[in-house]
């Protein structure tokens, strides 16, 4: 087939997915969404559409079709029709093509399009190949982007990785090819794992290397699991909400790398996560990267302030073990006061600061007072000290 005939429309963003379906339902193709206006185009929570105020559609008929009667069922529907006309198969597949990416990130790993020869700066790095498609993440937003840079110049080899929220499996499947021992990519959206799996089988990534499941089934899938390097390039708001778990989830010394956030939601996120300790803020056109390291281990204490009597204790388990740095909501009772609180967060201390229960606020402030002592300037001397005259020697008798 030369030619197809496009139609363009515009709807309300709440529309889109239900006036989708409709132009499938008419005949359509294809249909492809875009921002309506000059909005910022935002990757969107994984099986969402794409976050804009108005969305426009642009869908592919066959030539024969009467596109006088879906554009009436169009305008009866709420949309708006913005253009009708032929388009050129090959213009279709070079629109298809923009979109794809070919580019190294980091300068350890090659994205090209499944059907693009390998070129020769690539001989000597792992090359993953994807293809625009109905699940975000192809690498061509920043955010996507940022990760894989990430990633690309993250020491791998032999670390797990979580990609929660994993769309078309870009960030787990470079995972992969960099090393990784173990991969879980995870998401809610059927589409984003059939996505995922595709791309891994077609980049030759099997199991047990690599596992794909729904976010509703990683807690009894994974266990006890904790991941090394946990990569989540989603929202602000759900990266703020899953904190606790994917807190939770990070080992002891992991690293946390967080995209999908606009510049001004960055400080929001981070507070989030009080028991990290985050790098400086990489930026690329206004969305950010954030990248958190995990200062607890299994030995160090964690540490709460009790709000009545101001005792800093340590905290443990019934088993005697340290509970998760970051923990919230902890129900306590003061050892010295003796009454109950809930601890927000838990935050981890240090292997070499384990205090009594009893004297733990004493203790902290004996050491910051030698901390201090040791750092205060001691007294100057004055530049020149005067001496006292020396007594003159007793002259020498004259001898007889």
Not at 81 to 100: C, I, L, M, N, P
Request: charge should be negative; proline fraction near 9%; hydrophobic fraction near 45%.
């Amino acid at each position: 087939m030369s030619a197809w005939l496009a139609l363009t429309i515009e709807v309300p963003e709440g529309a889109a997915e239900e006036m989708g379906d409709r132009l499938e339902a008419l005949g359509a193709v294809a249909v492809t969404f875009l921002p309506g206006g000059d909005e910022d185009i935002l990757e969107p929570d994984p099986g969402a559409q794409p976050l804009w105020s108005a969305v426009r559609l642009e869908a592919l008929f066959e030539p024969d079709a009467d596109m006088a009667a879906v554009g009436e069922d169009v305008v009866a529907r709420g949309g708006h029709v913005v253009e009708t006309g032929f388009v050129k198969d090959d213009d279709w597949q070079s629109r298809w093509r923009v979109h794809a990416v070919r580019a190294v990130f980091g300068n350890g790993l090659w994205v090209l399009p499944r059907d693009e020869e390998v070129p020769a700066a690539a001989m000597d790095l792992p090359v993953l190949r994807l293809d625009p498609g109905l699940a975000f993440g192809t690498g061509s937003h920043p955010t996507t982007r940022l990760c894989l840079e990430w990633l690309a110049s993250a020491p791998l080899a032999g670390r797990r990785v979580l990609d929660f929220g994993c769309g078309s499996g870009i960030l787990a499947l470079a995972a992969c090819l960099l090393g990784a021992e173990r991969v879980v990519a995870v998401d809610h959206d059927p589409q984003a794992l059939a996505a995922t799996l595709e791309n891994a089988a077609f980049n030759g990534i099997t199991s047990p290397q690599l596992s794909v499941m729904d976010s509703a089934a990683m807690d009894a899938a994974t266990g006890a699991d904790r991941f090394d390097v946990i990569v989540a390039n989603i929202l602000a708001n759900p990266l703020i909400e899953l904190a606790p778990q994917l807190g939770g989830l990070l080992a002891p010394g992991g690293v946390l790398v967080l995209s999908g956030l606009l510049a001004d939601q960055g400080d929001r996120v981070m507070a989030a996560y009080p028991a990290l300790s985050f790098a400086p803020v990489v930026d690329e056109d206004g969305w950010l990267r954030l990248e958190g390291r995990s200062l607890a281990d299994d030995s160090v204490p964690r540490l709460a302030r009790c709000p009545h009597c101001a005792t800093t204790f340590a905290v443990y388990d019934a088993d005697g073990s340290p509970p998760l740095a970051g923990a919230r909501d902890v129900a306590l009772t003061c050892g010295t006061c003796r009454r109950p609180f809930v601890a927000t967060t838990l935050l981890p201390g240090r292997a070499l600061v384990l205090p009594p229960v009893d004297t733990a606020l004493a203790e902290v402030e004996r050491m910051l007072l030698e901390l201090l002592s040791e750092t205060r300037t001691t007294e100057a001397k004055p530049a020149l000290e005067v001496l006292p005259e020396p007594e003159p020697e007793p002259e020498p008798e004259p001898e007889p």
